[in-house]
Protein backbone atom coordinates (compact mmCIF):
# COMPACT_ATOMS: atom_id res chain seq x y z
CA UNK A 1 0.00 0.00 0.00
CA UNK A 2 1.10 3.23 -1.18
CA UNK A 3 0.81 6.60 1.07
CA UNK A 4 0.94 10.11 -0.14
CA UNK A 5 1.74 12.88 2.36
CA UNK A 6 -0.19 16.11 1.13
CA UNK A 7 1.50 19.11 2.05
CA UNK A 8 -0.41 21.71 2.45
CA UNK A 9 0.32 25.63 1.72
CA UNK A 10 -0.80 28.48 4.24
CA UNK A 11 -4.29 29.23 3.48
CA UNK A 12 -2.59 33.01 3.95
CA UNK A 13 1.02 32.57 3.56
CA UNK A 14 3.41 35.28 5.58
CA UNK A 15 5.20 37.62 3.31
CA UNK A 16 8.08 38.80 3.66
CA UNK A 17 9.57 42.34 1.39
CA UNK A 18 13.02 43.26 0.88
CA UNK A 19 13.85 45.28 -1.52
CA UNK A 20 17.70 46.71 -2.87
CA UNK A 21 19.85 47.19 -5.84
CA UNK A 22 21.83 43.66 -5.42
CA UNK A 23 23.96 44.32 -7.67
CA UNK A 24 27.16 42.09 -7.19
CA UNK A 25 25.79 39.18 -5.74
CA UNK A 26 27.19 38.21 -2.26
CA UNK A 27 27.08 36.24 0.82
CA UNK A 28 25.67 39.93 2.13
CA UNK A 29 22.95 39.50 -0.11
CA UNK A 30 22.32 35.73 0.47
CA UNK A 31 22.64 36.43 4.39
CA UNK A 32 19.94 38.89 4.09
CA UNK A 33 17.24 36.68 1.75
CA UNK A 34 17.69 33.72 3.78
CA UNK A 35 17.36 35.47 7.21
CA UNK A 36 13.84 37.00 5.63
CA UNK A 37 12.53 32.97 4.99
CA UNK A 38 13.04 32.41 8.32
CA UNK A 39 10.34 35.69 8.92
CA UNK A 40 7.52 33.69 6.85
CA UNK A 41 6.44 31.54 4.08
CA UNK A 42 7.26 33.40 0.77
CA UNK A 43 9.94 35.84 0.23
CA UNK A 44 9.43 38.57 -2.37
CA UNK A 45 12.61 40.86 -3.45
CA UNK A 46 11.94 44.19 -5.05
CA UNK A 47 14.63 44.97 -7.28
CA UNK A 48 15.47 48.68 -8.00
CA UNK A 49 15.73 49.45 -11.49
CA UNK A 50 19.02 50.98 -13.08
CA UNK A 51 16.89 54.68 -12.73
CA UNK A 52 16.53 54.83 -9.34
CA UNK A 53 19.40 53.66 -8.06
CA UNK A 54 20.88 56.35 -10.02
CA UNK A 55 18.59 58.76 -8.13
CA UNK A 56 20.26 57.86 -4.86
CA UNK A 57 23.70 56.46 -5.69
CA UNK A 58 26.42 58.00 -7.46
CA UNK A 59 26.25 55.30 -9.56
CA UNK A 60 24.52 53.12 -12.15
CA UNK A 61 24.64 48.72 -10.86
CA UNK A 62 27.24 46.90 -12.95
CA UNK A 63 24.77 44.40 -13.66
CA UNK A 64 21.69 45.02 -15.53
CA UNK A 65 18.13 45.02 -14.00
CA UNK A 66 17.10 41.91 -16.09
CA UNK A 67 20.33 39.94 -14.92
CA UNK A 68 20.02 40.88 -11.21
CA UNK A 69 16.30 39.87 -11.33
CA UNK A 70 17.38 36.48 -13.45
CA UNK A 71 19.88 35.76 -10.54
CA UNK A 72 17.63 36.36 -7.53
CA UNK A 73 15.14 34.26 -9.29
CA UNK A 74 17.38 31.53 -9.24
CA UNK A 75 17.95 31.47 -5.36
CA UNK A 76 16.09 28.69 -3.46
CA UNK A 77 15.41 31.10 -0.66
CA UNK A 78 13.70 33.38 -2.96
CA UNK A 79 10.25 33.25 -4.45
CA UNK A 80 9.00 36.41 -5.96
CA UNK A 81 11.43 38.92 -7.63
CA UNK A 82 9.80 42.19 -9.37
CA UNK A 83 11.41 45.38 -10.24
CA UNK A 84 10.64 48.76 -9.41
CA UNK A 85 11.30 51.93 -11.47
CA UNK A 86 9.96 54.84 -8.79
CA UNK A 87 11.88 55.39 -5.34
CA UNK A 88 8.79 54.37 -3.66
CA UNK A 89 7.80 51.10 -1.83
CA UNK A 90 3.98 51.68 -0.74
CA UNK A 91 2.94 49.85 -4.05
CA UNK A 92 5.05 47.18 -4.10
CA UNK A 93 3.52 46.78 -0.55
CA UNK A 94 0.02 46.77 -1.41
CA UNK A 95 0.34 44.54 -4.73
CA UNK A 96 2.00 41.47 -2.60
CA UNK A 97 0.23 42.01 0.26
CA UNK A 98 3.11 41.98 2.70
CA UNK A 99 3.04 41.39 6.04
CA UNK A 100 6.88 42.24 7.25
CA UNK A 101 9.15 44.38 5.02
CA UNK A 102 12.58 43.98 5.54
CA UNK A 103 14.95 46.97 5.49
CA UNK A 104 18.87 47.40 6.07
CA UNK A 105 20.21 49.60 9.10
CA UNK A 106 21.12 52.66 6.30
CA UNK A 107 17.33 53.24 6.22
CA UNK A 108 16.83 56.90 7.05
CA UNK A 109 14.00 58.62 6.89
CA UNK A 110 13.54 59.99 4.03
CA UNK A 111 10.19 61.15 2.35
CA UNK A 112 9.80 57.30 0.42
CA UNK A 113 10.98 55.33 3.44
CA UNK A 114 8.92 57.39 6.02
CA UNK A 115 5.73 56.19 3.77
CA UNK A 116 5.72 53.16 3.50
CA UNK A 117 6.50 53.25 7.20
CA UNK A 118 3.73 54.67 7.83
CA UNK A 119 1.40 52.55 5.16
CA UNK A 120 2.46 49.40 7.13
CA UNK A 121 2.06 51.01 10.92
CA UNK A 122 -1.50 51.85 9.48
CA UNK A 123 -1.93 47.85 8.19
CA UNK A 124 -0.79 46.52 11.12
CA UNK A 125 2.53 45.21 9.54
CA UNK A 126 5.90 44.87 10.91
CA UNK A 127 8.98 46.54 9.58
CA UNK A 128 12.17 44.13 10.68
CA UNK A 129 15.66 46.55 10.63
CA UNK A 130 18.66 44.27 10.12
CA UNK A 131 22.56 45.07 10.23
CA UNK A 132 24.38 44.24 6.87
CA UNK A 133 26.62 41.64 6.85
CA UNK A 134 29.77 42.96 7.57
CA UNK A 135 31.67 40.49 5.57
CA UNK A 136 31.15 42.33 2.37
CA UNK A 137 29.23 44.54 0.47
CA UNK A 138 28.38 45.54 -3.22
CA UNK A 139 30.31 48.95 -2.87
CA UNK A 140 33.31 47.40 -1.10
CA UNK A 141 33.61 45.11 -3.97
CA UNK A 142 33.46 47.91 -6.73
CA UNK A 143 36.00 49.63 -4.27
CA UNK A 144 38.80 47.03 -4.28
CA UNK A 145 37.86 46.62 -7.93
CA UNK A 146 38.72 49.97 -8.76
CA UNK A 147 41.98 49.65 -6.51
CA UNK A 148 43.30 46.57 -8.29
CA UNK A 149 43.13 48.45 -11.33
CA UNK A 150 44.23 51.12 -10.53
CA UNK A 151 47.78 49.56 -9.82
CA UNK A 152 48.89 49.29 -13.39
CA UNK A 153 52.27 47.92 -12.40
CA UNK A 154 51.05 44.73 -10.50
CA UNK A 155 48.77 43.77 -13.17
CA UNK A 156 50.61 43.92 -15.55
CA UNK A 157 53.58 41.67 -13.17
CA UNK A 158 50.79 39.10 -12.64
CA UNK A 159 49.82 39.11 -16.44
CA UNK A 160 53.09 38.36 -16.72
CA UNK A 161 53.65 36.03 -14.09
CA UNK A 162 50.90 34.12 -15.51
CA UNK A 163 51.99 34.00 -18.77
CA UNK A 164 54.81 32.34 -17.29
CA UNK A 165 53.92 29.89 -15.36
CA UNK A 166 54.56 26.16 -15.83
CA UNK A 167 52.19 24.32 -18.21
CA UNK A 168 51.53 20.47 -18.31
CA UNK A 169 52.73 18.32 -20.71
CA UNK A 170 49.77 18.64 -22.76
CA UNK A 171 50.55 22.28 -23.28
CA UNK A 172 47.23 23.27 -20.98
CA UNK A 173 47.83 25.70 -18.56
CA UNK A 174 47.56 24.72 -14.74
Known sequence: MTTTKLIQEPVNPMIVYTVGTFDLLHVGHLALLEFCGTLGDVVAVGVASDRVVNSYKPNVPVIPLDQRQEMLKALRCVDIVRPYHEL???????????????????????????????????????????????????????????????????????????????????????
Do not use: M
Open 88 to 174: EYVSGCKELNVDIFVIGEDWGSKPHNVAVESYLALHGKQVIQVQYNPRTSSSQIKVNTIAQLRRPALAEQASQNYASSPTEESGARV
